[in-house]
């Protein structure tokens, strides 16, 4: 049996490895993951929020077996955990994570794990993967985004397996763990068209990345200056009406 990782807290005769060498499926996942990181940090500084982690292409470190498998066979391991991206929630803000290390994080483990399918890994993340999450990580919710069908599935945990949920409307769909909905989105990113997982709050409203924050901060400050701009123009050409009347009266 698998030592708890809240057990192993006494420090490690051999270093935690960082990478596995497996480059990503594209240059889609890549945006996606930085994509979802963004959102999601621009999402918790609305509401103050400094107490939450999100990760992408990142490993779990769940127990002392795990790790002392892969330090010993960094490249031929099959005991790597890293999910595509996930959430935790209510954790402390902390610098330098290279990667999540359960024992180190109170026993914490992800609270919202995003599997990007591709056709090289679709059969293990809807059996191998999700099992694991359900039984050993005990993660809420689960979801998986195919983009060749532009489809996104959610999931949640109930009785030690994962459950269908039931979107809040098509394609979307609400996350007690974060206290927002996701939802796909079509559009470019990185002078890339595809559809992408977004985040909404309660309202709908699409949280924009920190690019599209600044964006739409510009053009709001742009049509307030037109707009006083407008209301110069008018004072301004009141003022001569009113000179011009002025002067027929003379």
């Known amino acids: 049996m698998s030592q708890p990782a809240v057990a192993a807290l006494a420090p490690l005769p051999f270093g935690l490895v960082y990478d596995d060498g497996e480059p990503l499926d594209s240059n889609w996942h890549r945006i996606q993951m930085s994509l979802f990181i963004n959102v999601t940090r621009q999402a918790m500084a609305e509401r103050g929020r400094t107490d939450f982690f999100v990760g992408a292409n990142m490993f779990v470190y769940y127990s002392y077996e795990q790790a002392r498998g892969i330090a010993a066979d960094p490249v031929g391991s099959k005991q790597f955990r890293g999910p595509d991206i996930f959430f935790v929630g209510d954790v402390p803000a902390r610098q330098g994570r290279q990667a999540w290390v359960v024992w ?39 979801y998986l985004h195919r983009i060749e069908t532009q489809t996104l599935e959610g999931f949640r945990l109930a009785g030690g397996e994962y459950q269908p949920k039931k ?11 974060m206290g927002l909905e996701l939802g796909l989105w079509e559009g470019r990113i990185e002078d890339e068209d595809a559809t992408w997982i977004r985040l909404f709050d309660r309202d709908g409203r699409m949280i924009p990345t920190e690019g599209e924050a600044e964006r739409q901060r510009a053009e709001v400050a742009e049509a307030r200056a037109e707009a006083e701009r407008q209301r110069a123009e ?17």
């Open 234 to 250: 008018a004072a301004e050409a009141e003022l001569a009406r009113l000179r011009a009347r002025l002067r027929e009266r003379e």
């Open 167 to 177: 979107p809040e409307a098509p394609g979307r769909f609400w996350s007690d763990k």
């Open 104 to 142: 180190d994080e109170g026993g914490r483990y992800p609270d919202l794990i995003i599997e990007l399918l591709s056709p090289s890994t679709m059969k293990k993340d809807r059996t191998v993967k999700k099992d694991f999450y359900a039984r050993t990580f005990g993660t809420a919710e689960y």
